[in-house]
């Protein structure tokens, strides 16, 4: 599964065929689309704002007014021997992309103009404040029964002035700046006549919201909403804004205008857009330019869309929203708070795997280490369940037995397991006694596979089967949600079965008034299973006998591009965990994705792997352990974690 970011970018440099190239000249300050563009905003009823005193350097731009144009018609260049690609041009902004020989060298040079850096592929040495700093690139790796890799783009945004050079690794890489203004020998060899011997800039400029001089990793970037099934990482500048968009299928957005200079890239998925009354039909690698107060609009296809806005100069707005939602992130998750290795179960012993359902019990973090080869088959006899301590050392208390998946605090300083591959329920002490068979039938037949599973204040058990079991036979007519009775006299069905296509984690609230469930796998050509549920979490009323009703979308998860492409909507849900105030974590294929308790996207943690599971634990419960294959990482955060402990 590749990078998103990558994937979609370095489709930006492929072979180009024709050279589209506006020569300077001066224009009337009233363009000829003026008249019909105010008609628009009178009908449309839009609120004009003019921004003053923006420089003119009297460079027309390579790219139309209004219309797309693929970035495949563009000629490349060749910046210095072994750098070469392809340079494209607004009224404010430049931008670069360019593909390095190995061990190819951008000589040491003082920037003309503010810079974006993103390696695309392959790695290089940025010269930063004197020194050489390494910033790589990543794919994203479509996860298996032993591994997984998400992504990484570094980044880094240098002033003017800043001293510069780049080397690339053995295996060379690509690169994408973006400049405001111009770099002047970029255009002259790019063929533009009669340039100005020096270029005007903003008199006014904006704080940016990243540090200059410090290397990021893009997929650490916040989204920020900036409409209805629209969210952005928002990177900016002094005197420009990038804004990577993640749209949702099927929206809409609305007629329009802005007083900042916008180009459109499509990295991803296809947009039917309209720039005035124009219709634009824009694919991947094609570019829009907007002048400021253009009215403009878009409907996304059915796989979404993902699209780089560059706006010159940077939106007020966006800071504002981006600024709003950071305060909300770091109300949770402090703002200096980084993910932390804590075990490298590959280097360890006893070996890691398949790390799953941790939770907090007595000062220690108790996790089953789940046994799989490549192909998801599972094996019981390489299977234990782990005692970690907060310093990192851990210990087994049962091997070879069973393949547990989730664990949950029970009485008297035991476990709740679910012995996912022996079909059945227990209670087991922490130094892996099995008590009891607390369930292992429903209707008088086996269950199938439980997976994850908490109790209610009244010691009421509710689990999930997905029936992620070997056998090809189920004994159950489909996946669903149990209620096991505080008696443990009976087990009730919640769900009709395979009413969620891969019913996953399960939470209640602090209140014990709603349960949730979200749906790990759906809409796939490769799963048995097509629900309604998609890539939500789901919230329930919990009735006083344990069951539940009034079923209604809680959360909404990201997707994968890759995921999307293919129209699926597996977010790989699958752990969850929930704080005092309601707030829920839950563990997926993009990261460990939070929302608050009215269902709202807060953020998400970024690891090197995708996170599988997670609890709170630590003295105060403000520590957040997430498990990824063979590791464990740990967070800490504002909000105290809520166990329900009997």
Known sequence: MKSLFVMNLRALLVPVTALTIFSACKNSNTPKWSAKNQELISQHELEVRNLSDLPENDIAPNLKIGEAVNLGDLNPLEIQPGVSGTVFWSKGTLTSVLDLEPNATVEEEELPADRFLFVMDGTIEQ??????????????????????????????????????????????????????????????????????????????????????????????????????????????????????????????????????????????????????????????????????????????????????????????????????????????????????????????????????GPKWLNGKVYFSNMYFDQNWNGDPAQSSIVELDPDGSYRTITKGKMQANGLYPYKNGNLLVCDMMGHRVLEMTTEGKVVRVIADSYDGKPIDGPNDIITDGKGGIYFTDPQFTMESEKSQPGRGVYYITPDGNEVKRLVEPNEFAMPNGILLSPDGKTLYINNCYDDEEWYPVDSEKENFIWAYDVNEDGTIANGRKFAKLFLTGPVLDRKGKSSSADGMAIDTMGNIYVATYYGVQIFNSEGNYIGMINLPSFPVSLCFGGEDMKTLYMVSYDKVYKIRTNMEGFVQYL
Do not use: C
Request: proline share 7%; aromatic share 8%; no cysteine.
């Open 127 to 356: 010269l930063i404040n004197g020194e050489f700093v390494p910033m790589i690139s990543r794919e994203r790796e479509e996860p298996d029964g032993t591994h997984s890799v998400t992504p990484r783009t570094d980044f880094v945004f240098l002033e003017k002035g800043s001293v510069s050079a780049i080397k690339a690794g053995a295996d060379g890489a690509k690169i994408m700046e973006i400049y405001s203004p111009y770099r002047l020998d970029y255009l002259e060899k790019a063929g533009v006549e009669n340039l100005p011997s020096s270029l005007k800039d903003l008199e006014e400029m904006y704080p940016p919201n990243i540090e200059p001089g410090k290397v990021y990793d893009f997929y650490d970037i916040q989204f920020t909403k900036i409409g209805e099934g629209a969210h952005a990482r928002i990177i900016s500048g002094r005197n420009m804004q990038l804004s990577f968009v993640a749209m949702d299928p099927l929206i809409e957005s609305p007629p329009h205008i802005h007083p900042q200079e916008q180009i459109t890239y499509v990295l991803r998925g296809k947009l039917s857009g309209k720039a005035m009354d124009t219709s634009v039909a824009m694919d991947v690698m094609d570019a829009l330019l907007v002048p400021g107060n253009m009215v403009h609009s878009a409907s996304v296809s059915d796989v979404g869309s993902d699209v780089l806005d560059i706006f010159w100069p940077v939106r007020n707005d966006y800071l504002e929203k981006n600024k709003a939602s950071l305060q909300a992130y770091h109300k949770i998750i402090p703002e200096d708070a980084k993910p932390e290795l804590l075990v490298d179960g590959s280097k360890t012993e006893p070996k890691l795997y398949f790390s799953e």
